[in-house]
């Protein structure tokens, strides 16, 4: 079956409605990064930019040495950020740095344990339980269970059989398991990710774990035909762990990294382990389980962008920008300012030479019901258009403008 993405270019820009809710609030993160078995140094900008465009943080980066080199030189100040992210598979940290990671999640610090870093650390206990799930190295039944979903019941499993295995890359469907967390609160049921590596098999100590969702690892190719883990929950001491298996990287971050539902998941999972809470809304453009949606640019819709694109709107284009519009006169309700700045915005739409006479007809849609004398005139004006002068012809009626 022939695949189908929604690529969302976002064009990056100051804007007076481009940032909906943005906080004030400003977290110090820290991504830990340096060593790894994917490319580290595509997936660390990634990280960094969706984490900061939520405005909730501001990122540091903690490059380890080389692989072989003197791990006694990498001791980050974990004490100084809310969050920690771990980007990380490579040669153990030194005690010291162990046990200053160990004081900053038991004394509440927040940590995001992103892709490979699941198999990071495979004969550090404390690490185990941190993290929640992990594979490959030398782990095996005796570093924990594996857990995972079976005809929708959790299953704990004790048998032994190797620990993690990647799947191929491809798009796969991701169920949300624990509906009433606030990472997965709102969330649809069933949404698709595009082009990632699905891990299976994963085990460990399994202690104050919730699986927030999973996908199935169907058995093409050997796969476990299980529903695994993919996104998760843990607590230890005070710290709060977000786990998250997806986001495999590639040149400039990738498929996987642009998935709408790997940046929302991410930035949710970051602000609950640093807070305890989500303040952020589930974005407009999260994919259902009809398509994947991607992000280019990894950044967020916003309502100058959602203009841009309408103009070259045609029937049987995806109606994301138009809806994405209706849904920020919505919020605007009551605000006569951001009423007339929005009708600015469709008056120049119907004025552009260039725009499609679909997408005039969609400005003349929502003229109809919300316009104002600004509108007027130019709306009089497409009555001369034979392609726009039924649509010109009733929004003046319903605008009760003779």
């Given at each position: 079956?022939?695949?189908?993405?929604?690529?969302?270019l976002?064009?990056?820009?100051?804007?007076?409605?481009?940032?909906?809710?943005?906080?004030?609030?400003?977290?110090?993160?820290?991504?830990?990064?340096?060593q790894?078995?994917?490319?580290?140094?595509?997936?660390?900008?990634?990280?960094?930019?969706i984490?900061?465009?939520?405005?909730?943080?501001?990122?540091?980066?903690?490059?380890?040495?080389?692989k072989?080199?003197?791990?006694?030189?990498?001791?980050?100040?974990?004490?100084?950020?809310?969050?920690?992210?771990?980007?990380?598979t490579?040669?153990?940290?030194?005690?010291?740095?162990?046990?200053?990671?160990?004081?900053?999640?038991?004394?509440?610090?927040?940590?995001?344990?992103?892709?490979?870093?699941?198999?990071?650390?495979?004969?550090w206990?404390?690490?185990?339980?941190?993290?929640?799930?992990?594979?490959?190295?030398?782990?095996?039944?005796?570093?924990?269970?594996?857990?995972?979903?079976?005809?929708?019941?959790?299953?704990?499993d004790?048998?032994?059989?190797?620990?993690?295995?990647?799947?191929?890359?491809?798009?796969?469907?991701?169920?949300?398991?624990?509906?009433?967390?606030?990472?997965?609160?709102?969330?649809?049921?069933?949404?698709?990710?595009?082009?990632?590596?699905?891990?299976?098999?994963?085990?460990?100590?399994?202690?104050?774990?919730?699986?927030?969702?999973?996908?199935?690892?169907?058995?093409?190719?050997?796969?476990?035909?299980?529903?695994?883990?993919?996104?998760m929950?843990?607590?230890?001491?005070?710290?709060?762990?977000?786990?998250?298996?997806?986001?495999?990287?590639?040149?400039?971050?990738?498929?996987?990294?642009?998935?709408?539902g790997?940046?929302?998941?991410?930035?949710?999972?970051?602000?609950?382990?640093?807070?305890?809470?989500?303040?952020?809304?589930?974005?407009?453009?999260?994919?259902?389980?009809?398509?994947?949606?991607?992000?280019?640019?990894?950044?967020?819709?916003?309502?100058?962008?959602?203009?841009?694109?309408?103009?070259?709107?045609?029937?049987?284009?995806?109606?994301?920008?138009i809806?994405?519009?209706q849904?920020w006169?919505?919020?605007a309700?009551?605000?006569?300012?951001?009423?007339?700045?929005?009708?600015?915005?469709?008056?120049?739409?119907?004025?552009?030479?260039?725009?499609?006479?679909?997408?005039?007809?969609?400005?003349?849609?929502?003229?109809?019901?919300?316009?104002?004398?600004?509108?007027?005139?130019?709306?009089?004006?497409?009555?001369?258009?034979?392609?726009?002068?039924?649509?010109?012809?009733?929004?003046?009626?319903?605008?009760?403008?003779?």
């Open positions: 079956m022939k695949k189908t993405y929604f690529i969302l976002i064009i990056t820009g100051l804007f007076v409605f481009s940032i909906s809710c943005r906080k004030t609030n400003v977290n110090k993160a820290l991504i830990v990064t340096g790894n078995n994917t490319d580290w140094g595509e997936s660390t900008p990634v990280l960094k930019q984490l900061e465009q939520t405005g909730l943080f501001s990122c540091d980066i903690a490059t380890s040495p080389a072989g080199g003197d791990m006694r030189t990498f001791s980050p100040s974990f004490q100084k950020y809310k969050l920690v992210v771990l980007n990380y490579g040669d153990s940290w030194s005690e010291e740095t162990k046990s200053a990671f160990i004081d900053y999640v038991v004394n509440g610090g927040g940590i995001v344990v992103y892709h490979a870093s699941s198999s990071a650390f495979p004969d206990k404390e690490y185990h339980g941190i993290c929640g799930l992990g594979g490959w190295g030398s782990r095996t039944h005796d570093h924990g269970v594996c857990v995972y979903y079976l005809n929708n019941q959790v299953v704990i004790t048998a032994s059989f190797p620990s993690g295995r990647p799947g191929e890359i491809k798009d796969f469907e991701i169920k949300s398991r624990n509906i009433n967390h606030p990472v997965t609160r709102g969330l649809p049921a069933r949404w698709m990710h595009a082009e990632d590596v699905l891990y299976s098999g994963l085990r460990g100590t399994a202690e104050n774990l919730e699986i927030l969702a999973t996908a199935y690892c169907d058995t093409t190719g050997g796969g476990t035909g299980r529903d695994e883990p993919v996104l929950a843990i607590t230890y001491g005070k710290g709060r762990i977000f786990h998250t298996t997806l986001g495999y990287p590639e040149k400039g971050g990738g498929a996987a990294m642009q998935s709408v790997f940046i929302a998941t991410l930035q949710r999972g970051a602000e609950w382990a640093a807070t305890g809470e989500v303040t952020q809304q589930v974005p407009f453009d999260f994919p259902s389980a009809s398509g994947v949606v991607l992000r280019q640019n990894y950044e967020t819709l916003t309502l100058e962008n959602d203009f841009k694109n309408i103009t070259s709107y045609e029937i049987g284009k995806s109606t994301k920008y809806t994405d519009i849904s006169i919505r919020d309700a009551g605000d006569q300012n951001k009423l007339l700045s929005i009708e600015k915005m469709m008056v120049n739409v119907l004025r552009d030479s260039r725009a499609t006479s679909e997408s005039k007809r969609l400005m003349l849609r929502e003229l109809s019901w919300m316009g104002s004398q600004y509108s007027l005139p130019v709306i009089k004006n497409m009555v001369s258009d034979p392609d726009l002068k039924e649509e010109a012809e009733f929004a003046l009626e319903r605008l009760n403008i003779k």
